[in-house]
């Protein structure tokens, strides 16, 4: 890293922050220092991003985005603190190399390396030894420019790569570098074993299209088929995908893809998708952020067998509980043993086309899932079923998103009940009929339907537990009055997020959001000598009736 902050300083006094994010957006000149435009990290139809370039920061006011010119490179081109300090660098004319300590003389020379590496495999490639490696490409039909614009090589064989180490030794690199940046290792012999021989060499750029690792696909017969770099101070696996340099020159003409390997990529690419790869690994929360660095929507197709399944479910997992608003995975399940480039080739691009269409979104998923629980010849199962839908649900940080989940699967939940229910061939007015002769038959007083409503929220608030047994009703009873509503909508969130919640701390809840009046106004009626409630002497099965009776008499009164 940089001992001191002069080159930081040194670029915010030559380059104004307008000047860098005009590049990217259209500013609105407010006085001679200040600018307003669209927000480039949120959808909105009216500016609320404002630049100053008097106290070199950005904020937005509709969703909080604040930094100065070098976290808005990070952020906008999802690059590292240091490749975005070499980018404004360039930008502002800076040699670099100036503030150079020996840490950032030592990354440099990594990185000369790996390239250096890059072009003797792209030379091999292209050299009598290609030949393997050519032919498995022309069999693939791989587009010649694509073979140049994702720079592949070739390894060579074992003295290749011995001549390959010692042109670099002679060039004045040191062998502890070339075994740092993942090239060979060195057993307790000294001897040196070298990971990469007769592969197909794919390198892997980080997102300012520097290389920085290779992906290797073995020519002949032998294990392991897929070989990467091993993680190396310019590499790290969990953090960094596959394809990013080049899918940003496509990412506005088809839908995104996120796929599982580097041939993926470079199939999809040849078809026009921006398409990155999460390198073989169980996608990480830092994969996950820079995928949706580039596209608010991703498609996830990975291969149709049984572990690409279980991969995409694992994306999934990963995804739901740290669900953001406009950030959308859509999964994509393709045929038993077919890839995307087996897919395409088979079928063609109009029928890819159909298959992301037809994608399963987050809450697709969910519902699928569940829906294995279900044995038909069991009803029990449904309560799983149920279970296993509101415990996913639950697992979401973002409160709308839970809020918006929620209620979108207890509606399917209703529907699905509707559809399987046993008493589907009972006449619609029979049942209407029968339901309130028996409802008839208690003793609740009659009252009117805003009392009702009102008794409900009373007995609710009183009785948070009530809201666990009766909660499908209560989720869609839909009030005229939209402050019970409100109230109602509140209360059933706040036990949904709290099942062991008591009234004192509800009611103080209720208080804190604002509904102290109308709290206030329900518990000063006399809701308990409507309802025939002793005070000093209440069951809760006297309630849970109760309950059950309003909800039902309005079911009636509402049909």
């Given at each position: 890293m940089y001992k001191n902050e002069?080159?930081?300083?040194?670029?915010?006094?030559?380059?104004?922050?307008?000047?860098?994010?005009?590049?990217?957006?259209?500013?609105?000149?407010?006085?001679?220092?200040?600018f307003l435009a669209l927000c480039p990290f949120h959808k909105e139809k009216t500016p609320s991003f404002t630049i100053s370039d008097e106290k070199g920061f950005y904020h937005c006011f509709g969703c909080g985005k604040h930094g100065d010119v070098f976290s808005y490179i990070m952020e906008t081109e999802n690059l590292g603190f240091l490749d975005a300090l070499s980018n404004l660098a360039e930008q502002a004319g800076i040699v670099i190399s100036d503030y150079n300590t020996n840490e950032r003389s030592d990354l440099r020379v990594l990185y000369d390396i790996v390239?250096?590496?890059?072009?003797?495999?792209?030379?091999?490639?292209?050299?009598?030894?290609?030949?393997?490696?050519?032919?498995?490409?022309?069999?693939?039909?791989?587009?010649?420019?694509?073979?140049?614009?994702?720079?592949?090589?070739?390894?060579?064989n074992?003295?290749?790569?011995?001549?390959?180490?010692?042109?670099?030794?002679?060039?004045?690199?040191?062998?502890?570098?070339?075994?740092?940046?993942?090239?060979?290792?060195?057993?307790?012999?000294?001897?040196?074993?070298?990971?990469?021989?007769?592969?197909?060499?794919?390198?892997?750029?980080?997102n300012s299209g520097r290389v920085i690792a290779f992906g290797g696909r073995l020519l002949r017969s032998g294990e392991p088929k897929y070989l990467n770099s091993p993680e190396t101070p310019l590499f790290r696996k969990g953090k960094q995908l596959f394809g990013v340099f080049n899918a940003k020159k496509l990412i506005k003409k088809k839908r995104f893809i996120v796929c599982e390997g580097y041939m993926d990529v470079i199939a999809l690419t040849k078809f026009g998708y921006p398409c990155v790869a999460t390198l073989g690994t169980s996608v990480t929360e830092d994969q996950i952020n820079n995928i949706f660095s580039l596209s608010e929507n991703a498609f996830l197709v990975f291969d149709g067998d049984e572990a690409g399944k279980k991969a995409s479910l694992r994306v999934f997992e990963k995804n739901l509980p740290?669900?953001?608003?406009?950030?959308?995975?859509?999964?994509?399940?393709?045929?038993?043993?077919m890839d995307p480039?087996?897919?395409?080739?088979?079928?063609?691009?109009?029928?890819?086309?159909?298959?992301?269409?037809?994608?399963?979104?987050?809450?697709?998923?969910?519902?699928?899932?569940?829906?294995?629980?279900?044995?038909?010849?069991?009803?029990?199962?449904?309560?799983?079923?149920?279970?296993?839908?509101?415990?996913?649900?639950?697992?979401?940080?973002?409160?709308?998103?839970?809020?918006?989940?929620?209620?979108?699967?207890?509606?399917?939940?209703?529907?699905?009940?509707?559809?399987?229910?046993?008493?589907?061939?009972?006449?619609?007015?029979?049942?209407?009929y029968k339901s309130y002769k028996l409802l008839q038959q208690q003793k609740l007083p009659k009252t009117g339907v805003e009392i009702k409503f009102e008794a409900i929220i009373y007995i609710i608030s009183k009785y948070p537990s009530m809201c666990s047994i009766f909660n499908e009703k209560l989720s869609f009873l839909d009030f005229k009055d939209q402050?019970?509503?409100?109230?109602?909508?509140?209360?059933?969130?706040?036990?949904?997020?709290?099942?062991?919640?008591n009234s004192e701390d509800l009611n103080a809840e209720l208080i804190n959001k604002g509904f102290a009046i109308h709290l206030s106004k329900i518990m000063q009626s006399n809701i308990p000598v409507r309802l025939n409630l002793n005070k000093h002497k209440i069951e809760i099965s006297r309630i849970r009736e109760i309950l059950k009776e309003l909800l039902d008499l309005i079911n009636i009164k509402l049909v």
């Open positions: 002069n080159v930081k300083e040194e670029i915010k006094n030559k380059l104004k922050l307008s000047q860098v994010i005009s590049k990217n957006l259209v500013l609105k000149k407010k006085d001679n220092s200040n390239r250096r590496v890059s072009d003797s495999y792209i030379k091999n490639f292209n050299s009598p030894i290609g030949e393997k490696a050519r032919k498995y490409l022309a069999e693939r039909n791989c587009d010649p420019n694509l073979i140049k614009d994702f720079l592949i090589g070739y390894s060579g074992l003295k290749s790569n011995k001549y390959l180490v010692s042109t670099l030794l002679k060039e004045g690199y040191l062998i502890d570098d070339i075994i740092k940046v993942g090239l060979a290792k060195k057993y307790q012999n000294n001897n040196l074993v070298y990971y990469f021989q007769e592969r197909l060499m794919i390198p892997i750029l980080n740290i669900l953001k608003i406009n950030n959308n995975f859509k999964f994509v399940f393709l045929p038993e043993k480039e087996d897919f395409l080739t088979k079928y063609g691009e109009n029928e890819f086309e159909k298959l992301l269409d037809n994608a399963l979104s987050m809450l697709d998923l969910i519902w699928s899932e569940g829906m294995k629980l279900v044995k038909g010849n069991q009803p029990e199962t449904n309560a799983i079923f149920w279970s296993f839908l509101r415990n996913k649900v639950n697992s979401i940080e973002d409160f709308n998103l839970k809020l918006a989940f929620r209620d979108e699967i207890e509606r399917r939940i209703k529907v699905y009940r509707q559809k399987n229910n046993s008493f589907n061939n009972i006449k619609p007015n029979d049942f209407k402050n019970l509503n409100a109230i109602k909508d509140m209360i059933l969130e706040l036990v949904f997020n709290k099942p062991t919640i």
